[in-house]
C-alpha cells in the first residue's frame, strides 16, 4: 500500500468513524469500550485489501467485536451498570450536532440500561436492525443465526426496550422439553403439535458434513426427521434462550436451537461449527 493509498484509506475510514462509534456505543453502554472496538476495526482494516462496501463490511466488524466483548461480560454486570450512568460521549462524537442529538434523544442512560439487560444477541439484533436498519440476512451472518431466529431476537428484545414483557422462556422451555421427550419415544403425532405446519430445520455447514440435511421443510418432514431420535440431548441455552445440545466427551458436538411463537415452534437450528459452539453461546440446564 502506498502512502496516497494509506492517507485515502484513512479519511474513509474517519468518514464512518462517528457512525461506527454510535454503533459501539449503543450495543456497549460505555465511551471507551466503543472506542476500543472502532479502534480495532481500524486496526483490521490496516490489514485487510479488496472491500468493495467499506461501510457495510466495517459495521460487521465493530458489530462483532461488540459481540465478543457483550460475551466476555458475564460477571460485570453491576460495573456495566454503573459506567452507564456517568458513559461521555467519546471524543470522536464532539463536533458532530447530529450525532451528538441523536445519542441525547435515543442512547440515554435509562435506554442503555435497558439494552444492558438483554443477552448479546438480542442487543446486536435489536440495535443494528431497529437502529440502524440492517437487514436480517446480514445480522444472522454476525450472530451466527437463521435470518428467523434474528427476527425473533430483535422481536424480544424491542418488546423489553418498549416496557413490554419479554417471551416467556418458562413456556419457551416447556415446550422445548415437550419436543425432546416426544422426540426421544417416537411420538410423532405429539411432534406435528408443537410443530407449526410451515416448521423449518435448517442445519450449518458442518452439520451438513456430519449428515444432517441442510433444510427440512413442513411439520410432517420436521417430525419425521426427529422422531425416535435425539436420545442423547439434554436442555440447553443458546445465547440465553432455551434449546438442546448434544455432548460427546464433555464437549459440545452439535446444539438445537428454537424459535417458538404462539406456544409452536417455527424453527429448528443444527449448529455444529466448532468456532461457534466453543465461542460460550451454549450452557447446559441442570436436570
Given at each position: 500500500?502506498?502512502?496516497?493509498?494509506?492517507?485515502?484509506?484513512?479519511?474513509?475510514?474517519?468518514?464512518?468513524?462517528?457512525?461506527l462509534?454510535?454503533?459501539?456505543?449503543?450495543?456497549l453502554?460505555?465511551?471507551?469500550?466503543?472506542?476500543?472496538?472502532?479502534?480495532?476495526?481500524?486496526?483490521?482494516?490496516q490489514?485487510?485489501?479488496?472491500?468493495?462496501?467499506?461501510?457495510?463490511?466495517?459495521?460487521?466488524?465493530?458489530?462483532?467485536?461488540?459481540?465478543?466483548?457483550?460475551?466476555?461480560?458475564?460477571?460485570?454486570?453491576?460495573?456495566?451498570?454503573?459506567?452507564?450512568?456517568?458513559?461521555?460521549?467519546?471524543?470522536?462524537?464532539?463536533?458532530?450536532?447530529?450525532?451528538?442529538?441523536?445519542?441525547?434523544?435515543?442512547?440515554?442512560?435509562?435506554?442503555?440500561?435497558?439494552?444492558?439487560?438483554?443477552?448479546?444477541a438480542?442487543?446486536?439484533?435489536?440495535?443494528?436492525?431497529?437502529?440502524?436498519?440492517?437487514?436480517?440476512?446480514?445480522?444472522?451472518?454476525?450472530?451466527?443465526?437463521?435470518?428467523?431466529?434474528?427476527?425473533?431476537?430483535?422481536?424480544?428484545?424491542?418488546?423489553?426496550?418498549?416496557?413490554?414483557?419479554?417471551?416467556?422462556?418458562?413456556a419457551?422451555?416447556?415446550v422445548?422439553?415437550?419436543?425432546?421427550?416426544?422426540s426421544?419415544?417416537?411420538?410423532?403425532?405429539?411432534?406435528l403439535?408443537?410443530?407449526?405446519p410451515?416448521?423449518?430445520?435448517?442445519?450449518?455447514?458442518?452439520?451438513?458434513?456430519?449428515?444432517?440435511?441442510?433444510?427440512?421443510?413442513?411439520?410432517?418432514s420436521?417430525a419425521?426427521?426427529f422422531?425416535?431420535?435425539a436420545?442423547?440431548?439434554?436442555?440447553?441455552e443458546?445465547?440465553?434462550s432455551?434449546?438442546?445440545?448434544?455432548?460427546?466427551?464433555?464437549?459440545?458436538?452439535?446444539?438445537?436451537?428454537?424459535?417458538?411463537?404462539?406456544g409452536?415452534?417455527?424453527?429448528?437450528?443444527?449448529?455444529?461449527?466448532?468456532?461457534?459452539l466453543?465461542?460460550?453461546?451454549?450452557?447446559?440446564?441442570?436436570?
Open positions: 500500500m502506498t502512502a496516497d493509498d494509506g492517507d485515502r484509506l484513512a479519511e474513509a475510514f474517519e468518514a464512518e468513524r462517528p457512525r462509534w454510535s454503533v459501539a456505543h449503543r450495543m453502554g460505555s465511551g471507551p469500550d466503543a472506542d476500543d472496538a472502532v479502534q480495532e476495526a481500524w486496526l483490521r482494516l490489514r485487510t485489501d479488496g472491500i468493495d462496501n467499506l461501510g457495510g463490511w466495517l459495521t460487521t466488524v465493530v458489530s462483532r467485536v461488540c459481540l465478543d466483548m457483550l460475551r466476555s461480560r458475564s460477571s460485570r454486570r453491576e460495573d456495566d451498570l454503573a459506567r452507564v450512568e456517568d458513559a461521555p460521549l467519546a471524543d470522536d462524537a464532539a463536533g458532530h450536532p447530529a450525532l451528538e442529538a441523536e445519542l441525547a434523544d435515543a442512547v440515554g442512560s435509562a435506554l442503555l440500561v435497558v439494552l444492558q439487560s438483554l443477552g448479546p438480542e442487543r446486536l439484533a435489536f440495535v443494528l436492525h431497529d437502529t440502524f436498519g440492517v437487514g436480517f440476512d446480514d445480522i444472522a451472518v454476525i450472530i451466527g443465526r437463521s435470518p428467523a431466529a434474528t427476527r425473533q431476537l430483535a422481536s424480544r428484545a424491542r418488546r423489553r426496550v418498549r416496557g413490554q414483557q419479554p417471551a416467556d422462556q418458562g419457551e422451555r416447556a422445548v422439553d415437550a419436543f425432546l421427550a416426544a426421544r419415544s417416537g411420538d410423532f403425532e405429539r411432534l403439535t408443537l410443530l407449526d410451515d416448521a423449518v430445520v435448517r442445519a450449518d455447514a458442518a452439520a451438513v458434513q456430519m449428515g444432517s440435511e441442510a433444510l427440512v421443510t413442513g411439520a410432517r420436521v419425521e426427521t422422531a425416535g431420535r436420545r442423547a440431548a439434554r436442555p440447553a443458546i445465547d440465553g432455551p434449546g438442546l445440545a448434544w455432548a460427546h466427551g464433555g464437549e459440545t458436538k452439535v446444539a438445537f436451537g428454537f424459535t417458538v411463537v404462539d409452536r415452534i417455527t424453527e429448528i437450528e443444527l449448529i455444529a461449527d466448532p468456532d461457534v466453543g465461542a460460550d453461546r451454549i450452557h447446559a440446564v441442570p436436570l
